[in-house]
């Protein structure tokens, strides 16, 4: 037999759980609304390629906008059908990054390569620091997704760069706190090195480097060679260093 509440308890349990759902939603969409990631994709004719990026974020975050600098062929609508936003425009990496992340909804900004999938396990990490809010900006090891000994060796070489330089580069991809990128004045309109114009700014001592891995394609380095891609890239580094013009060395990048 199944004993009657009295009016009393009938108004405890009605305050405890009124109480309770009250308190649970408005922490968990406060928690949410504060680290809601968007993430800002620039592409130009990578076509399906995009889609193991798209997968790696696809049900972790909300908003995915795909920036695009003028594709010819299936990568826009690929894009439209993956529910992401698209924006197009002008061609330059640098533009099409400032101009996604002014569509963008979420307090936190992520900013990615198409060509590149975050490991699993990527959130809980950049949850715990977007929880910790340190005013720095955070950025993924680098890999490339080649089983040869040539790859390691590049990742070691970029290992280097970061921890002696702290100096990583876009394929790592950038998660930054809306009012910090603004705070930087977000991307410059350059089409080559925006990524390092913007580290630089953020400086080594708002620097965090996670542990999960951001993995790239190699296919730049399939195709220009191991040795030959990681040479010219140090080279136009050096080249951006001494002054001369992104617009420039990105006619020299291809």
């Known amino acids: 037999m199944i004993k009657k509440r009295t009016k009393q308890e009938h108004i405890t349990v009605f305050y405890l759980r009124h109480f309770r759902v009250i308190k649970t939603e408005t922490s968990g969409d406060k928690a949410i609304k504060k680290n809601r990631i968007s993430v800002v994709i620039p592409t130009l004719n990578v076509g399906v390629g995009i ?39 002008a061609l330059g990496r640098g533009r099409q990054l400032h101009r996604g992340s002014e569509v963008t909804e979420g307090e936190w900004l992520l900013f990615l390569h198409a060509d590149t999938v975050l490991e699993e396990g990527w959130l809980e990490e950049a949850q715990n620091f977007m929880n910790a809010d340190l005013g720095k900006a ?46 930087l004045g977000g991307f410059k309109p350059i089409p080559l090195f925006e990524d390092v ?42 080249l951006y260093y001494f002054g001369v013009s992104p617009r420039y060395l990105a006619s020299l990048y291809k």
Request: hydrophobic fraction near 40%; proline fraction near 2%.
């Open 197 to 238: 114009d913007i580290i630089r700014r953020i400086g080594r001592q708002r620097l965090v480097f996670f542990k999960n891995r951001a993995v790239t394609s190699a296919l730049s380095y399939q195709t220009n060679g191991f040795y030959f891609r990681p040479i010219k890239n140090l080279m136009l580094l050096l």
């Open 138 to 183: 955070g950025v993924f090891q680098f890999a490339l997704n080649d089983v040869r000994w040539e790859a390691r060796i590049i990742e070691k070489g970029v290992s280097l760069r970061c921890r002696y330089l702290a100096l990583p580069y876009g394929d790592q991809g950038l998660l930054i706190s809306r009012s910090f990128y603004e705070d």
């Open 51 to 89: 889609r193991p990026t798209l997968e790696s974020i696809t049900g972790l975050v909300n908003d995915v906008v795909v920036s695009d600098g003028g594709s010819s062929d299936c990568t826009v609508n690929f894009a439209h059908k993956s529910g992401a936003k698209v924006v197009r425009g």
